[in-house]
């Protein structure tokens, strides 16, 4: 990627549509434009203009919305264009290759966002929060993902790393001047300071998981024995016909998935092929599946029929969260589960799905408060956190043990290198090239 150069992409979807924007960005944006438009007079910034598009015999290619922002006034940082114009595939691919024409070429993925970074419009955790944006599946990933863009991850994470700062400077200012003795109490005062970053860190750390459901979606399992009403939840939930239902035991002989909103979360339901005694091997290996899935899960639905006896069966074991369901309340109950604990629920008639959704958004959701705040890193983040407190643990017992004083800023400036991957503050061409590699074309 080169910064000097003028770059175009469409920015909106491919398919068709109503609408669909070519974004221009580069020294040369507003020039490529109004060649392309065979236009003389300067845009003026921030103001939508109406222009013909071109081609090279001067034939109309499509009427746009032309708009122009001026560095350093703009999503990257430098002089951008923007054309909006018909949605269709194959007017838009044509008003983009006159572009190109016209003295642009083409953007890489994720190259606008890449410039917007180098250009200091958005930290690294900014720039990652513009495809957390884009490929959310839930109300609430959403609005982490926006508080990501805001900067709520970044500030934190910078924060700690300005009192980190503090400290590596007052150990330095002792290497570089060694007659200036450090004092036990101030000594004191630094591990204290440690001490306080780390917690700041280990609590931004304890959002990791917050954060892979959000993007991922809370991975839900629906077991139970057969024809206990599996397929029908999966099916009740989703709101359409998604799993074959069968009173034949063993019609679900592998796992299904689906995703559904569920208040403000996502969930990926797996139903799971029952268990029990089988001999068919088909059988067999549908019900390994459901065990990895049990295993893997976030959230267990453990689906029972309320209108038939009671089975002895062991309770779930496993860390994730459990709801116990007794469906088929449309029937009479059975009078072993009278006084049972469970959400009494019919998936015939839809009885209980209110109840249901409340009780998994109260086990995942935070409450509005938290909610307005809410920062969960990703894994890359996690690494980052994780490598900057064992690097800070290191100088807390260095500086503890009265060790050389170098020693203990080699920890420190290992902590600083840590947190600089995660707000971009340290030039890594890796980490660059791996975070943005992930966006789309336009983006």
Same mark, same amino acid.
């Given at each position: 990627?080169? !910064? *000097?150069?003028t770059?175009?992409?469409?920015?909106?979807?491919?398919?068709?549509?109503?609408l669909?924007?070519?974004?221009?960005?580069?020294?040369?944006?507003?020039?490529?434009?109004?060649?392309?438009?065979? @236009?003389?007079?300067?845009?003026?910034?921030?103001?939508?203009?109406?222009?013909?598009?071109?081609?090279a015999?001067?034939r109309?290619?499509?009427?746009?919305?032309?708009?122009?922002?001026t560095?350093?006034?703009? %999503?990257?940082?430098?002089?951008?264009?923007?054309?909006?114009?018909?949605?269709?595939?194959?007017?838009?691919?044509?008003?983009?290759?006159?572009? /190109?024409?016209?003295?642009?070429?083409?953007?890489?993925?994720?190259?606008?966002?890449r410039r917007?970074?180098?250009?200091?419009?958005?930290?690294?955790?900014?720039?990652?929060?513009?495809?957390?944006?884009?490929?959310?599946?839930?109300?609430?990933?959403?609005?982490?993902?926006?508080?990501?863009?805001?900067?709520?991850i970044?500030?934190? !994470?910078?924060?700690?790393?300005d009192? /980190?700062?503090?400290?590596?400077?007052?150990?330095e200012?002792?290497?570089? %001047?060694?007659?200036?003795?450090?004092?036990?109490?101030?000594t004191?005062?630094?591990?204290?300071?440690?001490?306080?970053? $780390?917690?700041?860190?280990?609590?931004?750390?304890?959002?990791?998981?917050?954060?892979?459901?959000?993007?991922?979606?809370? @991975?839900?399992?629906?077991?139970g024995?057969?024809?206990?009403?599996?397929?029908?939840?999966?099916?009740?939930l989703?709101?359409?016909?998604?799993?074959?239902?069968?009173?034949?035991?063993?019609?679900?002989?592998?796992?299904?998935?689906?995703?559904?909103?569920? #208040?403000?979360?996502?969930?990926?339901?797996?139903? *799971?092929?029952?268990? +029990?005694?089988?001999?068919d091997?088909l059988?067999?290996?549908?019900?390994?599946?459901?065990?990895?899935?049990?295993?893997?899960?976030?959230?267990?639905?453990?689906?029972?029929?309320? $209108?038939?006896?009671?089975?002895?069966t062991?309770?779930?074991?496993?860390?994730?969260?459990?709801?116990?369901?007794?469906?088929?309340?449309?029937?009479?109950e +059975?009078?072993?589960?009278?006084?049972?604990?469970?959400?009494?629920?019919s998936?015939?008639t #839809?009885?209980?799905?209110?109840?249901?959704e409340?009780?998994?958004?109260?086990? %995942?959701?935070?409450? $509005? #408060?938290?909610?307005?705040?809410?920062?969960?890193?990703?894994?890359? +983040?996690?690494y980052?956190?994780?490598?900057?407190?064992?690097?800070?643990?290191?100088?807390?017992?260095?500086?503890?043990?009265?060790? $050389?004083?170098?020693?203990?800023?080699?920890d420190?400036?290992?902590?600083?290198?840590?947190?600089?991957t995660?707000? #971009?503050?340290?030039?890594?061409?890796?980490?660059?090239?791996?975070? %943005?590699?992930?966006f789309?074309?336009?983006?």
């Amino acid at each position: 990627m080169s !910064v *000097t150069d003028t770059i175009a992409a469409i920015a909106t979807a491919p398919g068709a549509a109503a609408l669909a924007v070519v974004r221009v960005s580069g020294p040369l944006a507003a020039q490529v434009v109004m060649k392309a438009c065979a @236009r003389e007079k300067d845009f003026e910034p921030r103001r939508a203009t109406l222009v013909k598009v071109r081609d090279a015999q001067g034939r109309v290619l499509d009427e746009c919305v032309a708009t122009v922002f001026t560095a350093p006034h703009s %999503f990257t940082g430098e002089d951008v264009a923007e054309l909006c114009c018909h949605g269709g595939m194959l007017v838009t691919r044509r008003v983009l290759e006159r572009l /190109l024409e016209c003295g642009a070429r083409p953007a890489e993925p994720g190259e606008f966002t890449r410039r917007a970074f180098e250009n200091g419009r958005l930290d690294l955790t900014q720039a990652e929060a513009v495809m957390d944006v884009i490929s959310a599946g839930s109300d609430l990933a959403l609005r982490a993902a926006q508080n990501q863009l805001q900067g709520a991850i970044g500030s934190r !994470v910078q924060q700690a790393a300005d009192k /980190l700062i503090n400290i590596a400077a007052h150990v330095e200012a002792y290497i570089d %001047f060694p007659e200036e003795d450090i004092a036990p109490d101030t000594t004191a005062e630094l591990v204290r300071g440690l001490d306080d970053i $780390s917690e700041q860190l280990r609590q931004l750390l304890a959002t990791a998981d917050e954060g892979r459901i959000l993007r991922e979606g809370v @991975r839900t399992a629906i077991i139970g024995a057969p024809n206990v009403g599996k397929s029908s939840l999966l099916n009740m939930l989703v709101g359409y016909d998604r799993a074959i239902v069968s009173p034949t035991a063993g019609t679900t002989r592998d796992t299904i998935e689906e995703s559904v909103a569920v #208040g403000g979360l996502r969930l990926r339901l797996i139903d *799971t092929a029952g268990l +029990h005694e089988s001999a068919d091997d088909l059988e067999r290996a549908g019900m390994e599946r459901s065990r990895r899935a049990q295993a893997e899960a976030d959230l267990i639905l453990e689906v029972y029929d309320a $209108s038939l006896p009671r089975p002895q069966t062991e309770p779930v074991s496993t860390t994730a969260k459990t709801i116990t369901l007794l469906n088929k309340s449309d029937l009479p109950e +059975h009078a072993d589960w009278h006084g049972a604990e469970g959400l009494r629920i019919s998936c015939t008639t #839809g009885q209980g799905r209110a109840e249901l959704e409340q009780a998994i958004e109260s086990l %995942f959701l935070l409450d $509005s #408060g938290e909610r307005d705040s809410l920062a969960a890193i990703n894994t890359r +983040h996690r690494y980052a956190l994780q490598q900057a407190l064992d690097a800070l643990a290191r100088a807390r017992a260095s500086l503890e043990a009265a060790e $050389s004083p170098e020693l203990t800023d080699v920890d420190l400036r290992e902590a600083l290198d840590a947190l600089g991957t995660i707000t #971009g503050r340290i030039d890594t061409e890796d980490i660059l090239s791996r975070v %943005f590699s992930t966006f789309c074309l336009g983006k």
